[in-house]
C-alpha cells in the first residue's frame, strides 16, 4: 500500500496534463532576449511600412487611401458596392481639395471673429477687426486646372491654409500691440464714472488677455479643422492605413477573448458581416480580408509591402524562436549574436514555409481553372469541363487540406525549423502532419495559449497603461503653464494627451503647438512609443514562445519524441594551437616514480 502512495506521489502530472507546460509562457516571453529582438521587429517593421509608403506617395498618385476604406471593403455585400464608393470618393477630391483652397482664408478670419465676439467688445476686437479688413481676406481664386492635377491642387490647399496661418497670427500679434498701447494712452474706454483711470486700464488689459488667448486658440483650433478636411480628401497612406486596420482587428480579437467570445459574428458565404458583438475568430477574418483588400486594391505596393515584412520576420522571428526552443526544451539561454547566426543561416526555410503552401493553392488553382478555359470551346469543350470535374474536384480536394493545414499549422513552422534545425519542407510536413495525427490536442493545446496569453498581455498593458498615465498625470501637476495656442488645456496636455487602457499613444494635436512645443511633442511621443512597443513585443515573444511550446508537446504526442530534444549545431574542431598542452614537468615526475614504485612492487 505504502509503495502504491509512493507511485501516486512520484507521478509526473506534467507529463500526464502537458498542456501545462504552456504556462511557462510568461517567464520564456519576458526573457530581455526574445523582447529585444520582438522590439526590433516592431521597429523596423514601422520604418520600411512608412519607408515603403513614402517612395510610393512621391512616385505615383494612387498610394493613398480614403478613410474607412479598408472597413467598407470589408463591410461591402459585393464589390460592385465597394467600387462604387471608391470611385465616387476619387471624382470628388478635386472638387473637394478646390472648396478648401478657395475657403480657407475667410474661414480663418471668421472663426476667429467670432471668437472674439463672444468674448468681449473691447480694444482687441476693434483692432482686430480693422486689420482683418486692411488684410482684405478673400476667398481664393479657382481655375479650371484644378480638377485635372488632384496632387496640385491639393498643395495648393495646404499652401492656402499655411498663408491663411501666417496673416492671421500676424495680425492677431499686431491687434494685440495696438490695443496694448490704446489702452496705456487711455484711449478708447466707454464712459463709466464708477471706475478710476487705473481700474479701467487694469480691467481693459485683463479682457486683452483673455480676448487675445480666444483669438490664438480659435486660431489653433480652425488651423486643426481645416487640416482634418484636407487630409480626409487627401487620404491616408496605404501602408498607415493598412497597419492601424490590423492591429484594431487583434486587439478587438484579444478584447473579445476577454468577453468569452469566440465565434459569435462569424461571417456567411454571401453576406455582409452581421452587425453587433463579434468574437476572436470573426476579428481574425477581418484581419485575413484586410490582406485581401491590400492585395485586390494595391497589388504591386501589397506584395512588396507583405515580402519586406515577411523578410524582417523570417531573421528575427526565426531568432526568437530559437531562443524559446533552447530555453524550452534544455533551459539553456544563448545570446542574440548566436541566435540571430542560427536565424541567418536558416533564413531561406523561414521565408518559404509559409509561402510554399500558397504557391501549391495557386498551382492547382490555375490547373482547375484551364478546364473553366477548356469549357469555353463550343460543344465539345462543355463536355470536356464535364468529363474532367472528377480531377478538378480531387485538386479541390488537395487545396482544402493544404489551406485548413496552413490555417491550423502555420504557427508550428518556424518552431519546427527551431528546434530541428531542418528546412522549409519538412516544417510543412510537421506541422501538417501533427495538426491533423491530433486536432483535438492541438486544439486543446492553441485554446489554453491563447487564454493564458491574453490575460498576461492585458496585465502587460495594464503595467504599460500605469506608467504612463502616472507620469503623464505628474507631469501635468508639475507644469502649470499653458502653450500659446493651447487656450484653457495645460501644455502637457497638449504635447502629450493621456493615454487611455485603450489607446496607450494617443493623436498628437500638432496644431495648437507652437514650434518649441512641436519638438517637445515629438520627442515625448518617440518615448512613448518605445515604452508601447515593448508592450506589444511581449505579444510577440509570447506568441513564439508559446508554439514552440505547443510544437513540443504534439511532436512528443505524435512521435513519442522527448521535449528536451533539440537540434544544436555542432561546435568546430579546436586548431592545434588551442589542443590541450602536454603535461608538466611536475606531472612526468610523478608518472616516473609511480612506475618504480609498481617495478619494486613486482620483485618483492
Not at 33 to 41: D, G, I, M, Y
Not at 147 to 171: C, F, Y
Not at 237 to 265: H, L, R, S
Request: hydrophobic fraction near 50%.
Amino acid at each position: 500500500m505504502a509503495d502504491d502512495r509512493n507511485e501516486i506521489r512520484h507521478v509526473n502530472w506534467a507529463e500526464v496534463f502537458g498542456f501545462t507546460q504552456i504556462f511557462k509562457g510568461f517567464r520564456l516571453a519576458i526573457h530581455p532576449s526574445k523582447l529585444a529582438l520582438a522590439f526590433a521587429a516592431i521597429a523596423l517593421t514601422w520604418l520600411a511600412a512608412h519607408g515603403l509608403q513614402l517612395a510610393w506617395k512621391l512616385s505615383t498618385t494612387h498610394g493613398y487611401v480614403a478613410p474607412g476604406e479598408i472597413q467598407a471593403y470589408v463591410r461591402s455585400e459585393s464589390s460592385a458596392a465597394f467600387d462604387e464608393g471608391r470611385k465616387g470618393w476619387l471624382e470628388a477630391r478635386p472638387d473637394m481639395a478646390a472648396r478648401l483652397k478657395q475657403s480657407a482664408q475667410p474661414s480663418f478670419a471668421s472663426e476667429v471673429m467670432r471668437a472674439i465676439n463672444r468674448a468681449s467688445d473691447g480694444h482687441f476686437q476693434k483692432a482686430f477687426a480693422k486689420l482683418v479688413e486692411d488684410k482684405k481676406f478673400e476667398p481664393g481664386t479657382r481655375d479650371a486646372s484644378v480638377s485635372k492635377d488632384v496632387k496640385k491642387t491639393l498643395g495648393d490647399a495646404q499652401r492656402e491654409i499655411d498663408l491663411a496661418n501666417e496673416k492671421l497670427a500676424d495680425v492677431i500679434a499686431k491687434a494685440y500691440t495696438q490695443a496694448k498701447e490704446q489702452i496705456k494712452d487711455g484711449k478708447g474706454f466707454p464712459e463709466n464714472k464708477d471706475l478710476s483711470e487705473s481700474e479701467k486700464k487694469a480691467k481693459a488689459l485683463k479682457q486683452l488677455e483673455k480676448d487675445h488667448a480666444s483669438a490664438i486658440h480659435a486660431l489653433a483650433k480652425q488651423r486643426a479643422e481645416m487640416e482634418a478636411n484636407l487630409d480626409s480628401v487627401r487620404g491616408r497612406g496605404i501602408a498607415t492605413a493598412f497597419v492601424e486596420y490590423e492591429w484594431d482587428q487583434v486587439y478587438n480579437a484579444i478584447v473579445a477573448v476577454t468577453n468569452g467570445n469566440i465565434f459569435t459574428g462569424l461571417p456567411i458565404a454571401g453576406q455582409a458581416p452581421a452587425a453587433g458583438p463579434r468574437g476572436f475568430l470573426a476579428y481574425l477574418i477581418d484581419a485575413m480580408r484586410g490582406v485581401a483588400w491590400l492585395l485586390s486594391q494595391h497589388i504591386v505596393f501589397g506584395l512588396i509591402l507583405l515580402a519586406v515584412l515577411l523578410a524582417i520576420w523570417s531573421l528575427l522571428g526565426g531568432a526568437i524562436h530559437r531562443i524559446a526552443a533552447l530555453h524550452v526544451a534544455r533551459d539553456e539561454k544563448i545570446s542574440i549574436v548566436q541566435s540571430l547566426r542560427f536565424a541567418f543561416s536558416k533564413w531561406p526555410s523561414f521565408f518559404t514555409a509559409p509561402l510554399i503552401p500558397i504557391a501549391v493553392i495557386f498551382i492547382f488553382g490555375a490547373l482547375i481553372m484551364l478546364g473553366g478555359v477548356a469549357g469555353n470551346l463550343w460543344g465539345f469543350g462543355a463536355i470536356l469541363m464535364g468529363v474532367l470535374l472528377v480531377l478538378a474536384i480531387l485538386m479541390g480536394l488537395v487545396i482544402a487540406f493544404i489551406a485548413v493545414g496552413l490555417v491550423t499549422g502555420c504557427g508550428l513552422m518556424y518552431p519546427t525549423i527551431a528546434v530541428e534545425g531542418s528546412d522549409s519542407f519538412d516544417a510543412i510536413s510537421r506541422s501538417f502532419a501533427y495538426v491533423y495525427a491530433k486536432p483535438w490536442h492541438a486544439a486543446l493545446y492553441a485554446l489554453v495559449a491563447l487564454v493564458y496569453g491574453v490575460a498576461c498581455y492585458l496585465f502587460v498593458r495594464l503595467f504599460a497603461w500605469i506608467a504612463l498615465a502616472s507620469t503623464q498625470g505628474f507631469l501635468r501637476w508639475g507644469c502649470w503653464q499653458g502653450g500659446e495656442a493651447i487656450g484653457e488645456s495645460d501644455k502637457v496636455a497638449a504635447m502629450w494627451p493621456a493615454p487611455t487602457f485603450s489607446q496607450l499613444l494617443p493623436d498628437i494635436q500638432w496644431a495648437y503647438l507652437s514650434g518649441w512645443e512641436s519638438v517637445g511633442a515629438v520627442a515625448i511621443w518617440v518615448w512613448v512609443a518605445v515604452v508601447v512597443a515593448f508592450a506589444n513585443a511581449f505579444l510577440l515573444s509570447y506568441a513564439s514562445s508559446a508554439n514552440t511550446i505547443i510544437y513540443l508537446l504534439l511532436r512528443r504526442r505524435v512521435d513519442a519524441t522527448d521535449m528536451d530534444d533539440v537540434y544544436v549545431q555542432e561546435q568546430p574542431d579546436q586548431p592545434l594551437a588551442e589542443q590541450p598542452a602536454p603535461a608538466t614537468p611536475a606531472a612526468t615526475e610523478s608518472t616516473i616514480a609511480a612506475e618504480k614504485s609498481e617495478d619494486v612492487e613486482k620483485k618483492e
